[in-house]
């Protein structure tokens, strides 16, 4: 009979030791929230390429929450997976597809379609997709067809709930939020403060460093409201430890696997904190 009890003991003091760390584990998860999206995918290893397939699974293999990445449309609306508004040469909102298609990345990859590129998310489950619509070149309506066809392909798809989307144009920012009110949808130009993103329906902003720095408060205030905040691209060590004290929602990198080191070893100091260790 004893031994039952000093059995039922043993078990209550484990139970309670766990719940306790649990506790701890929250409040760790709260204080240091932020999390790392790798800018343009994760390319900065060996054979791979800035918005290339094989960045988007590198990123992937990395556990970060996502992986951003830029979409352009050609003249004949196909959608693409490239960063500047050119492509070898070729102003790509006036070129056809057919005389890009066959280009390669500086890596030996073909050019990415954004349909190729989410085919192959779609495989990496749990990483979020970051779409960055560029704006396009007078030319509103070709933009807001390229937010159509955007959201289109992601419900075909049905990868709705994979799907952030990220835009330096205020309209297609607040076509992506009318077509997809349940998606997290930032704006990238800086200047406005969250509320009035939040009143024309945007739910995040995703700013430059130099923007948030002048304008610490906005991060507590995105909070506040319940959007997102995101900063970029910031690969200087100093200034993620600067940024992290404000627990951004995200921090968006060129150097994921460092911005991630450093984001635990912050959790670590704050659990031993806790824990009375330190
Ligand atoms: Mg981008």
């Not at 060996?46 to 003249?75: C, M, P, W």
């Not at 609306?77 to 890009?100: A, M, P």
């Not at 430059?208 to 910031?234: C, G, K, P, Q």
Request: glycine residues 6%; hydrophobic residues 40%; charged residues 25%.
């Amino acid at each position: 009979m004893k031994k039952i009890w000093i059995l039922a003991a043993c078990a209550l003091l484990f139970f309670i030791s766990g719940c306790k760390g649990n506790k701890i584990e929250k409040q760790v998860n709260q204080m240091v929230g932020t999390q790392v999206i790798a800018h343009r995918g994760y390319w900065k290893c060996e054979g791979s390429a800035q918005n290339s397939i094989s960045s988007l699974r590198n990123a992937h293999k990395s556990g970060v929450y996502g992986s951003e990445f830029d979409v352009q449309i050609t003249a004949d609306s196909v959608l693409i997976v490239n960063h500047d508004n050119d492509f070898k040469g070729h102003i790509i909102n006036l070129t056809r597809y057919e005389v890009i298609k066959d280009s390669l990345l500086p890596n030996g990859e073909k050019l990415p379609t954004l349909e190729e590129y989410l085919t192959a998310g779609k495989k990496l489950k749990g990483l979020q997709l970051v779409l960055e619509l560029k704006p396009v070149k007078d030319n509103p309506a070709l933009e807001q067809y390229a937010v159509e066809k955007c959201v289109e392909m992601v419900k075909e798809m049905k990868l709705e709930k994979r799907v952030d989307y990220i835009s330096f144009s205020l309209e297609a920012c607040k076509g992506f939020a009318a077509l997809m009110p349940e998606a997290s949808v930032a704006y990238l130009g800086g200047y406005y403060m969250p509320i009035e993103l939040l009143e024309m329906g945007i739910n995040g902003f995703d700013y430059h460093y130099n923007e948030v720095l002048m304008n610490r408060f906005w991060v507590d205030e995105a909070r506040n409201y319940n959007m997102t905040s995101n900063i970029w691209t910031v690969n200087d060590s100093l200034l993620v430890e600067t940024l992290l004290v404000g627990n951004p929602t995200y921090l968006t990198t060129d150097n994921p696997e460092e911005v991630t080191g450093q984001i635990e070893a912050l959790k670590e100091r704050v659990r031993k904190r806790l824990t009375g260790e330190e």
